[in-house]
């Protein structure tokens, strides 16, 4: 197998290379048949079968331009859903795979988890929130931390015992940042009540009158009687008594309760409460997959993460590998930066079945982390390959302007310091020496400010939806000056349509694309 790793940038060219690629791999008798190409459109596969369609033929290849239309090119699920079904019996699914909507798919989760939500077990939760300061984050939700492991699981086809066993490594990990336990447990509510009684009188007695010191007292006084009335605090409270800064003249006054309180970090009582929030958050998290495996089983049903899993395990039996690697000479992988785990899986395992194996990304590009994909894992792949090759570097852009590509090369090439700066950094073909006047400056910084009248209400700029506003002002003031638009053809440029202008972007007038709404000028 021979692994190609082709670094392209937005607008570097990627299709032609790819559709080069291809031809050229064609014309040395790779089978069109032979072809497995995965985009992540629909609309990226059509164009990329198209393209080699029309360069076959413009080569006089008319068979393997025929050929081409037996290729499997396409998204990754929807190569999925045809191995499936051409290996129903291997891979133990129905032939007629039904895969569920993703709509409907997050509508069934909810509905598996709320079936394990039961009302002792959300009481639990809330009373471990709530003991663990977590109930007063406004960002934080436990059923979304429960819900995160889950989709965390099951793209990565984790079984219930690599959970259990991910379940204890989380609490012995987080353990170990707490240092050694106090087998005598922490200390008691009434230690800790004397001992803020007489930090509070000593602050009020020490001379002390910095503001500092006046409201860390204020705090104190608040905490006590919390204490008085509940018995207990919280383990936050204790963590806030900790960290607590009075004036440079009372920070002495301060140790014993500081001490006091950070000894909670070696209470078991604190130990359990997190222990049992963690187990909670992995049974619940186990409980809801079961659930919805279940519902699916008995409807027949697979959802997109269990037809990769299915793929996945497909990959592995060995008659199929047979057949698949008499069958499969070249397989391309088309933006691979948004590879999830199991997906760079399947990738890896075809790859090991294929005469030629071609993948093509650009970590600048990774915009699915939210669905799984791991961008690391790019960078990984290219380097166990040993790195990019100089000549597949994709180092032009085609697209975009010289002081864009300038402004983009500054900003990314730090972003992506890790990086070597030619696989980040990208050369313009549109320079400014071809027309630097008349297209005026590609850059234009806004800066938004207060009107008088505005500022005498507001020390600081408004949020929502003052910011909002400006920038559309800005935008429809920018529009009706008249907006330049150059093709990527050099010293070639028309002033646009004044109604839809994004529209109207062509060499000439006569190639515009006028659409419905905006009536083309007699």
Not at 291 to 313: H, N, P, W
Not at 386 to 401: L, N, T, Y
Not at 427 to 448: C, I, S, Y
């Amino acid at each position: 197998m021979q692994l190609k790793i082709i670094s392209a940038g937005a607008g570097s060219g990627k299709t032609y290379r790819l559709t080069a690629e291809m031809v050229g791999l064609l014309r040395q008798g790779v089978r069109a048949s032979g072809i497995i190409a995965t985009t992540f459109t629909k609309k990226a596969a059509a164009e990329l079968q198209e393209r080699v369609r029309v360069k076959l033929l413009q080569e006089g290849l008319t068979q393997q331009a025929e050929d081409l239309t037996h290729a499997l090119i396409g998204t990754v699920h929807s190569l999925g859903v045809k191995l499936l079904q051409r290996f129903a019996y291997e891979a133990g699914v129905s032939p007629e795979v039904s895969i569920i909507a993703d709509e409907d798919q997050q509508i069934l989760f909810n509905q598996s988890l709320s079936m394990v939500l039961t009302e002792a077990r959300v009481i639990r939760m809330e009373r471990l929130c709530d003991q663990l300061g977590l109930s007063g984050n406004a960002y934080f939700d436990w059923r979304q931390e429960v819900r995160a492991l889950t989709e965390i699981a099951r793209a990565n086809d984790f079984q219930e015992d690599v959970l259990e066993a991910s379940k204890n490594a989380s609490f012995a990990s987080f353990a170990e940042l707490l240092g050694p336990v106090n087998p005598n447990g922490g200390p008691s509510a009434e230690t800790l009540s004397r001992v803020l009684e007489a930090t509070i009188e000593r602050l009020g007695t020490n001379g002390d009158t910095t503001l500092k010191t006046a409201e860390v007292a204020k705090t104190l006084q608040q905490t006590l009687r919390e204490l008085s009335l509940k018995g207990t605090l919280t383990w936050r409270q204790w963590a806030q008594l900790g960290k607590l800064q009075p004036g440079a003249k009372s920070r002495d006054d301060m140790n014993a309760l500081r001490e006091l309180a950070l000894g909670h970090l070696q209470d078991p009582a604190f130990r359990q409460d997190i222990r049992e929030f963690i187990a909670e958050v992995f049974d619940l998290a186990m409980g809801a997959i079961r659930e919805y495996q279940e519902y699916k089983q008995k409807r027949g049903l697979i959802d997109y993460t269990d037809m990769e899993a299915l793929v996945k395990r497909l990959l592995g039996n060995e008659d199929v590998r047979r057949v698949l690697a008499d069958e499969l000479d070249l397989l391309l992988v088309d933006e691979f930066q948004d590879t999830s785990p199991m997906q760079l899986e399947i990738f890896l395992k075809l790859s090991g079945l294929a005469n030629y194996s071609i993948w093509v990304g650009d970590p600048k590009q990774s915009i699915y982390g939210f669905r799984g994909a791991a961008p690391e894992l790019m960078q990984a792949i290219i380097s166990q390959n040993g790195g990019i090759k100089p000549e597949d570097i994709q180092e032009f852009s085609w697209r975009s302007r010289e002081d864009l590509v300038a402004a983009a090369n500054a900003i990314f090439t730090r972003a992506f310091a890790h990086m070597p700066p030619e696989q980040v950094a990208l050369k313009p073909v549109r320079t400014l020496h071809q027309d630097p006047e008349a297209l005026g400056p590609a850059l234009h910084l806004w800066k938004f400010e207060l009107l008088p009248e505005e500022l005498e209400q507001n020390s600081r700029p408004p949020g929502k939806p003052w910011m909002e506003n400006s920038i559309a002002r800005a935008l429809t003031d920018w529009l009706n000056k008249g907006v330049y638009l150059q093709p990527k053809a050099p010293n070639r440029r028309e002033k646009p349509c004044p109604a839809m202008w994004p529209y109207c972007a062509a060499p000439t007038p006569s190639a515009w694309k006028w659409p419905k709404r905006c009536p083309k000028p007699g």
